[in-house]
């Protein structure tokens, strides 16, 4: 059974930082496209950042900059580094592999950002 499993959330200020991070239960993990997306309170789901089996990142505009994607095939792990967060930032993170070849796409649960004073 694939399980994806995210941590690292939590209350930060303005400005501040948090490492989120996804383990994955899943076969052929180097293979997979991982990616973070997020979901704040009455808005659709987004991507906010991605990377390829190939280590290619890409990143949605407004978190160029201040947030960097990972990933460790070795260990199964994925993980979203975010600095100078914002209001805007607070939402719902979750974890999601993809892979078209497979026709799998897996989501983790997720983890709550809030960035508040």
């Known amino acids: 059974q694939v399980q994806l499993v995210e941590s690292g959330g939590g209350l930060v200020q303005p400005g501040g930082s948090l490492r989120l991070s996804c383990a994955a239960s899943?076969?052929?993990?180097?293979?997979?496209?991982m990616a973070w997306y997020r979901q704040a309170p009455g808005k659709q789901r987004e991507l906010v950042a991605a990377?390829?089996?190939?280590?290619?990142?890409n990143y949605i505009d407004s978190v160029k900059g201040r947030f960097t994607i990972s990933r460790d095939n070795a260990r199964k792990t994925m993980s979203l580094q975010m600095s100078s967060l914002k209001p805007e930032d607070t939402a719902v993170y979750f974890c999601?592999?993809?892979?078209?070849?497979?026709?799998?796409?897996?989501w983790g649960k997720g983890t709550l950002v809030t960035v508040s004073l």
């Open positions: 999601n592999a993809n892979n078209i070849s497979f026709g799998g796409d897996y």
């Open positions: 899943l076969n052929f993990f180097n293979f997979y496209t």
């Open positions: 990377i390829t089996s190939g280590g290619t990142s």
